[in-house]
């Protein structure tokens, strides 16, 4: 007994007073955060309850900026976003995704302008040529080879001849195939340098079934332009205008695939 007396008066007087205070504090600490924590955690959950309920966030307003291929009122019938919702109650990526069913949509952001508002900006996509599908179908497509519509109305736009993507894969929203998407730079690149130039006649079509010989029909100045390939563009367009200019109405073919580049009158 005597011992075990001496043992826990040894032991007692080995205890630090200021490291036992030390735990204390951290112990106290601890429970303060954690208490912190759970207040913390069941306001933001309060908060989120109201701002998921509360009248005061419904929306008043949808405002659609950059559009103008479609009124409001089309992209609205796409959104599944109406006057009275809750401004928190639906996720922007399916409003995206919705709004891009439309093939003309390039791009959308969403802003969520509290207490009330909700803005979209759209960024949509322009019809630069046409592809005929039959005498009195068409499909309008962008720069990039996006199929935004077909339509039986002929826009005054550049007619592609020739491409090699399926009929089948001509639908709203689809793209050209790569064979075709290069080939349709290589049309881009034709119609700048024509803009370089500044040759003003209109270019009805462009036939590149052969990528070594690409044919530029004017159909107003009656005349075809067995191009050639790529190369050497610039010389070739800059032949190219000085025939449209001097032989104006006359119709015929202007040779610039050929080792000596002429116009053949019909």
């Known amino acids: 007994m005597r011992k075990k007396s001496r043992e826990k008066q040894r032991n007692s007087s080995n205890r630090n007073p200021r490291l036992e205070k030390q735990k204390r ?8 955060f954690i208490l912190k924590l759970l207040i913390f955690m069941a306001l933001l959950t309060g908060l989120i309850v109201y701002g998921f309920t509360s009248p005061i966030f419904n929306i008043t307003e ?6 103008e291929k479609f009124e409001e009122e089309e992209y609205l019938n796409l959104f ?64 990039q080879g996006y199929i935004l ?27 050209l195939e790569n064979e075709d998407l290069e080939k349709l730079q290589n049309v881009i690149q034709i119609k700048d340098s024509m803009k370089n130039i500044e040759i003003t006649k209109e270019l009805s079509q462009i036939d590149i079934t052969n990528k070594f010989n690409y044919i530029l029909t004017f ?22 205008k000085y025939v449209l200019e001097q032989e104006e109405g006359v119709p015929g073919t202007i040779y610039l695939n050929q ?8």
């Open 219 to 240: 159909e107003k100045e009656a005349k075809e332009v067995q191009l050639g390939n790529m190369s050497d563009l610039s010389s070739k367009m800059l032949y190219m």
């Open 62 to 67: 949808i405002k659609i900026l950059g559009n």
């Open 80 to 143: 599944n976003l109406n006057i009275g919702d809750n401004i928190f109650n639906f996720r922007k990526s399916t409003v995206i995704s919705n709004i891009k069913n439309n093939a003309y949509v390039e791009s959308v952001k969403i802003k969520r302008k509290l207490p009330t508002k909700v803005e979209i900006t759209i960024e949509e996509r322009i019809a630069t040529y046409l592809i005929s599908l039959d005498e009195n179908e068409f499909a309008y497509i962008n720069n």
């Open 25 to 32: 504090m951290k112990k106290y600490r601890i429970i303060k």
């Open 149 to 175: 519509e077909k339509s039986q109305e002929k826009l005054p736009l550049t007619i592609i001849k020739g491409i090699s993507t399926e009929i089948e894969k001509i639908v709203e929203g689809n793209r």
């Open 259 to 266: 080792e000596q580049v002429y116009f053949s009158p019909k």
